[in-house]
Each structure stands twice: as structure tokens, then as C-alpha cells.
């Protein structure tokens, strides 16, 4: 079985790039920025990796990302998470950036964007391995923070497929974006939101109805809401499901507990996904092996969380031939 998930081709649609940065590049970063780290050594960061929900996550993964400065750093990290990919054979990945993460400690988000996109053209060209990017909204800010995030890309739409909405969902409901979500889709963006991970299955339904969006980032709340389940495998609609993540942040106490077997076999459109990779314990290969050891899933159901993934993939009508 691990030599069928190493080989298996594999499609990822959810990852925060920032959530990618291993204990060594972030020493590395440091001492190149000469930025202070609250740790001592490598041990004490994967030491320190000891979450109970997402917030106890969200405080140690925006602290990270401060040694993120420069054009390059962006690039590094990229180019870093790629050769992962390269690795887990993985052909495409969709990759999230927090931009507010950046640019509220006065990194310029055309520095972030720039080190991003070069790194995924690079990626493109020397590894063959195609991607998309989504810009994320932080939920915890308000929306005219994410407005003035959106007047931000407008030189740099080109290199954007879609918008997307993280962090805290606890009290920052779909409702609050409502706005700014109607402006991206203006814009010729697709949108997809951070729904049911912590937050109730009415988050789903709503971001569904008042943000439009193509795919549920997460979503196994779902299971609480037998209509929307229905809605979901009627509608096809893909929930990118992150099964090391989930056990990390408690939203299941052991990985034998997930729902998302049982969810793909009510016939809903289930992929699997790494989300912050670094700090979750793993990568797409991870995620998967995690998934056969806990659930014991078929061979052809593993093949088929990449079948969904093409299906639900934000790529062009050429690519998900070539991948099929
Ligand atoms: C995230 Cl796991 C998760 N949930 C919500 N927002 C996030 N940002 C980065 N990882
Ligand atoms: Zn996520």
C-alpha cells in the first residue's frame, strides 16, 4: 500500500504556502533577516508544534511567518514546498497566500506575490508541475481590510484564479464578506472559503448561498446537517479535506474518528489536502499514507480522492485532460 500512495499522482487544492515553512528554512530566514525568533533550536520550534484548536495554531504560524522579508524568502519558500511536491508526485497543487499576514508588518505585497509566482513559473517550467494561486482573506480583520487587500492584486489579477477566506472562523461567520467577495467575482474571480472546520455546518450552507463559492475548504462539519450533505453530493461539490490538520487542531481527537471515508461514500466530492504541512506533520504522501493506515480505504478509493481533485481543480480544460 505505501509503494501504491508514493505513486500515486496526486492533485492538491488545499495549501497555505505559509503554512509550508519548515523549522530549517525558518532559521535560516531568521539569520539572514536577522530576525528574532521566540525559539532557541529546531528542536524547541517542533517542540513548541503542540496545538488543542486552531487558535492555539494561528498564533504560532503567524509568528513564523515574520521571518518572511524579502522577494527571495517568498520565493525560497515556494521553491522549498515544490520539491515536496516533486517528491509526493503531486501535478498540480493550488496554492493559498495570506497576503495580510505580510502586509500588515509592512512587506509590500507585490514582494510577496512576485517571490511567489516567479517560484511557481519555475516550477512550471523545471518540474512540470502546474499550479494556481488563491489569495486568502484573514477573517479575524475586517472587510475593508480586505478591500484594500483586493485594490492591492489589481495590478496582479492575471496571476490569481480565485479568492478565499482563513483563519479564525469561530465568531468571523461567511456574512462578514459578503461585499468583498461580490467585487472579486466582478473581477473575474472564482471564490472558496475556510467553512465547517471549526465552525458550524450553517457556515457551509452561507458561504455556499452569500459568497458563491466553488469548493468548501475543509467542510466536515457538514455531517451535522443531513440536507446539506445531500446538497453537497447532488451538487458535487468538492470539500478539500485535510486529515492530518483535523487531528492536529482536535477537530477529531484520532484519525480513526475522521468522517471523510463515510462522507465520500454518501458519494460527496472529497479530496485530500496537506493544509500547513510544516506544522501538521506532513505532506500530500503523509496525509494519504495517514488516511489508509487510520481508515483503510480501498486502492480505487485513494485514486479517487485524485479523480476528484482533477474534477474540482481551478485548472484549464487541457490540463485536467492531460491529467485524467
Ligand atoms: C489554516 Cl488549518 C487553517 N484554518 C484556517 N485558517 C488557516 N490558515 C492557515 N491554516
Ligand atoms: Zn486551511
Redesign the pocket.
Known amino acids: 500500500m505505501q509503494s501504491f500512495i508514493q505513486g500515486l499522482p496526486k492533485v492538491e487544492l488545499?495549501l497555505?504556502i505559509e503554512g509550508s515553512l519548515e523549522p530549517e528554512l525558518m532559521f535560516e530566514l531568521a539569520k539572514r533577516n536577522q530576525v528574532d525568533l521566540p525559539y532557541q533550536s529546531i528542536e524547541e520550534v517542533s517542540a513548541a508544534y503542540q496545538f488543542h484548536n486552531l487558535q492555539s495554531f494561528l498564533d504560532i504560524y503567524y509568528a513564523g511567518a515574520a521571518v518572511l522579508i524579502h522577494e527571495q524568502d517568498f520565493y525560497d519558500l515556494t521553491w522549498a514546498y515544490l520539491l515536496c511536491c516533486q517528491r509526493d508526485c503531486v501535478m498540480h497543487t493550488e496554492i493559498?497566500f495570506d497576503p495580510q499576514t505580510h502586509t500588515e508588518r509592512g512587506i509590500a505585497f507585490d514582494t510577496v506575490i512576485t517571490g511567489i509566482t516567479r517560484a511557481l513559473a519555475d516550477g512550471q517550467q523545471k518540474l512540470g508541475i502546474s499550479s494556481e494561486l488563491i489569495m486568502c482573506f484573514l477573517r479575524h480583520l475586517d472587510q475593508a481590510s480586505a478591500f484594500e487587500t483586493l485594490s492591492q492584486a489589481q495590478p496582479h489579477l492575471d496571476s490569481l484564479v480565485a479568492v478565499g477566506l482563513?483563519s479564525s472562523e469561530l465568531g468571523h461567520p461567511p456574512q462578514k464578506f459578503i461585499e468583498v467577495f461580490a467585487k472579486a467575482r466582478e473581477q473575474g474571480l472564482l471564490t472558496v472559503a475556510?467553512a465547517g472546520e471549526e465552525g458550524p455546518a450553517q457556515n457551509i450552507s452561507d458561504s455556499l448561498d452569500l459568497l458563491k463559492i466553488s469548493r468548501v475548504?475543509?467542510g466536515v462539519r457538514c455531517i451535522d446537517d443531513p440536507k446539506l450533505v445531500e446538497r453537497l453530493a447532488k451538487e458535487q461539490i468538492a470539500l478539500t479535506v485535510?486529515p492530518l490538520?483535523n487531528t492536529k487542531l482536535k477537530v477529531f481527537e484520532q484519525m480513526e474518528q475522521h468522517n471523510l471515508l463515510e462522507l465520500l461514500r454518501q458519494g460527496l466530492c472529497i479530496t485530500l489536502n496537506s493544509?500547513?504541512p510544516a506544522y501538521f506533520g506532513g505532506y500530500m504522501t503523509d496525509n494519504f499514507e495517514a488516511v489508509a493506515s487510520a481508515l483503510s480505504p480501498t486502492q480505487q478509493e485513494l485514486a479517487q480522492f485524485t479523480r476528484h481533485a482533477i474534477d474540482a481543480s481551478f485548472c484549464s480544460a487541457e490540463r485536467k485532460a492531460q491529467m485524467r
Open positions: 488545499h497555505h493559498f482563513d475556510h475548504d475543509h485535510c490538520s493544509d500547513d
